[in-house]
């Protein structure tokens, strides 16, 4: 998929010119929150409210197909090429016009729900709509958070805003990463841990990490808690402006849909949290102290359109070991553990917990050698999946696994 292409001229050797075949494939990301418009305009085109359900259909049902059928692509990039791709502005444009776009996306779901009397069954396809526009939001969120330009990260917040999910800015830059693939995790998932009771766990336990780390920071810089420097304050009261304009302007029936859209766009990532390091530990060196976070931490996908759409996200290996990296710049690894779909369809599997566990327990145990001391388990099921899988404890049990080592 990637190209290198070397210089001919006669004198001295040029450096090779790399040229990224998937350049213009970045640009399907901006037309994957325009499907918002989709459904409603073939509604209104043939009188079927039906035609509500068409966005949830193609993303949850036909991008897995989309995977299943484009295959894997495991190009990389090469190193000396890193350079030129990040400061190639073509790849941040993307991503400074999709904020604009999304932010329409999720006003004008809004306003149609109000505007046209819609059956039950129709509201709740815009419910799931909206909610996939907020899904995008966070992960362009996501991926300009970790830039460490004033623009970039400014952008993170506004985008994070309209589902209320803006303290993700704080919790995963400066949470996630330090504590990924641990017991002290909140949104690291555990071998035996529904994606149900995961949500239980990680929603609030990312909220309170958040307002803690924040707290500490504004403590070390002698700014007051409570004040526009806290940065979890700044895209709430983003969010804050947004739902009000948009209950002065369509009445305060617009709220119940806001809230709805916002959970379900805060669950897809919590659906992306709960595959990305299901069962995987790091070995706690000494008290609180892990090994630095491998590549292995993470399970990884190289299926194409799924990638495309999530801007890399699905290269989970190298993001961690290089939070900095560009998407376009995130590489593929041998020997990693692997999803056997992309995103949208390890959602879809993860929703029905005995399915999840059937498929992925098998592939964990693998990508472990069977070695209870690389898994983070769910401290109830510790027990039985050892029996269960006849698994072997370590002389010396991981203090990592202990039940009184979890965070309540």
Not at 214 to 240: V, Y
Request: with cysteine; glycine share 6%; net charge positive.
């Amino acid at each position: 998929m990637n190209q290198t292409v070397n210089s001919t001229d006669a004198g001295p050797a040029s450096p090779p010119v790399y040229r990224d075949r998937k350049r213009y494939a970045w640009l399907l990301a901006l037309l994957v929150p325009l499907m918002v418009g989709f459904g409603p305009l073939l509604m209104l085109l043939s009188n079927d409210v039906r035609m509500l359900w068409l966005a949830p259909f193609f993303m949850y049902a036909i991008a897995p197909a989309l995977d299943y059928v484009l295959g894997e692509d495991r190009s990389n990039p090469p190193e000396s090429a890193v350079p030129q791709l990040d400061a190639d502005l073509y790849y941040r444009r993307i991503t400074f016009l999709l904020v604009p776009i999304l932010w329409g996306a999720f006003i004008f779901g809004a306003w149609f729900v109000m505007h046209y009397s819609l059956p039950w069954h129709g509201v709740l396809a815009m419910i799931i709509t909206g909610g996939m526009v907020g899904g995008f939001c966070i992960n362009l969120g996501h991926e300009m958070g970790h830039k460490n330009t004033a623009l970039e990260r400014w952008l993170a917040k506004i985008v994070l805003a309209p589902s209320g999910y803006g303290h993700f800015f704080i919790e995963h830059n400066r949470g996630h990463h330090r504590d990924v693939a641990t017991p002290a995790d909140p949104a690291s998932s555990r071998m035996g841990e529904s994606i149900y009771r995961f949500v239980l766990r990680e929603i609030p336990g990312a909220l309170k990490r958040a307002w803690l780390l924040e707290k500490d920071r504004l403590t070390r810089c002698g700014q007051p808690l409570w004040s526009l420097h806290n940065e979890i304050l700044q895209p709430a009261l983003m969010t804050i402006t947004l739902w009000t304009a948009l209950t002065l302007w369509l009445g305060l029936g617009v709220l119940p849909f806001l809230l709805a859209v916002s959970c379900w766009a805060n669950f897809q990532l919590t659906s992306a949290n709960y595959i990305e390091h299901y069962g995987l530990l790091r070995k706690e060196r000494a008290p609180g102290r892990y090994e630095i976070c491998q590549p292995h931490h993470s399970w990884n996908s190289n299926h194409i359109f799924s990638n495309w759409a999530l801007f890399h996200l699905q290269r989970h290996s190298d993001h961690h070991a290089h939070p900095l990296r560009r998407y376009q710049s995130l590489r593929h690894f041998e020997q990693l553990p692997r999803l056997p779909s992309g995103y949208f369809g390890m959602y879809l599997v993860s929703y029905i917990p005995p399915l999840w566990f059937y498929v992925m327990n098998p592939r964990l145990l693998e990508v472990v050698q069977r070695d209870p001391g690389r898994i983070n388990f769910d401290p109830a099921q510790r027990a039985q999946l050892i029996r269960r899988y006849q698994l072997t404890e370590p002389v010396a049990d991981n203090a990592a696994n202990s039940a009184d080592k979890v965070p309540a």
